[in-house]
């Protein structure tokens, strides 16, 4: 479908590819797995939701994940994964999001088969397709199907898909794994995971802004908040506070990246 496509169309396209299969969604509790896992209630014979977490997964979306789960009415699975485990990964090759998405593929699929569910889908969306995304190939390669792209679905349609619903999750900023706050070559460590995870909690709760990345390199931190959130972070004794909280995380140095947030910064090098 292109772009002129009526929102509704999209949506029963969607519908129409799950209707009357045994789904496992892949599931993060953010704002597009949630209408997938919504729709797929709805259309498909079956729906099961599936959460992986991970060390490099931040805390607040398990609890999302579960509060949503709860909120839909559906049957929801939690395994886990010792990502840092995973040397290949740890490492943090430019090719780490292409073997992650392979790895969590694999386990969606055995989770399937185990509930026996014969459908796997999961929630990008056709604003997803810009830039650095090695794990879409991995994806098609696992034969894990994305509906919303199939159909041409947007993140702005997801949206106001969600808000019709009076989906809680409608104004949730779109989360990426701890490892994407890591330089490609930088071997991950489970303190330097803690560190940025640690930043980027205190930044949302002392700031009160909803989207911040702590980019670690080197020893260092740059924190990127939205561009609209950006004047949030000028407060003298706040910006004292995060210092102080830097020194305790042994941290060589704070710095606020003025041009704000930007999906996939970490990649602007390759």
């Known amino acids: 479908m292109n772009s002129d496509t009526p929102r509704s169309e999209r949506v029963a396209a969607v519908a129409e590819s799950l209707a009357g299969q045994e789904v496992l969604v892949a599931f993060s509790g953010g704002v597009d797995s949630t209408v997938l896992a919504s729709i797929a209630k709805d259309a498909a014979r079956r729906a099961v939701l599936l959460t992986i977490t991970s060390q490099v997964v931040p805390d607040i979306e398990l609890k999302r994940a579960r509060a949503v789960a709860e909120e839909l009415g559906m049957e929801h699975h939690v395994l886990g994964y010792d990502w840092l485990g995973q040397e290949e990964l740890a490492r943090n090759p430019i090719e780490r999001c292409y073997l992650c998405k392979s790895r969590m593929a694999r386990m969606w699929k055995d989770k399937a088969r185990e509930l026996g569910l014969s459908l796997v889908v999961e929630g990008t969306t056709a604003s997803d397709v810009e830039g650095y995304r090695p794990g879409a190939k991995a994806l098609r390669e696992a034969g894990v199907k994305s509906p919303f792209l199939e ?52 930044i949302m709760d002392s700031f009160g802004v909803e989207r911040v990345r702590a980019r670690y390199d080197r020893g260092s931190v740059r924190i990127e908040v939205g561009r609209d959130e950006l004047t949030k972070m000028f407060d003298s004794q706040k910006i004292s506070a995060l210092v102080h909280l830097g020194n305790e995380l042994e941290l060589k140095r704070v710095t606020l990246d003025l041009e704000g947030y930007r999906t996939g910064s970490m990649d602007e090098d390759i």
């Not at 990426?176 to 330089?183: E, H, K, V, W």
């Open 151 to 202: 159909a041409g679905m947007t993140k702005d349609d997801i949206r106001a898909y969600a808000r019709e619903r009076g989906l809680s999750v409608a104004e949730v900023p779109s989360m990426a794994c701890l490892a994407t706050r890591f330089p490609y070559g930088t071997t991950i460590t489970e303190e330097m995971v803690h560190r940025v995870h640690k930043m980027e909690t205190a």
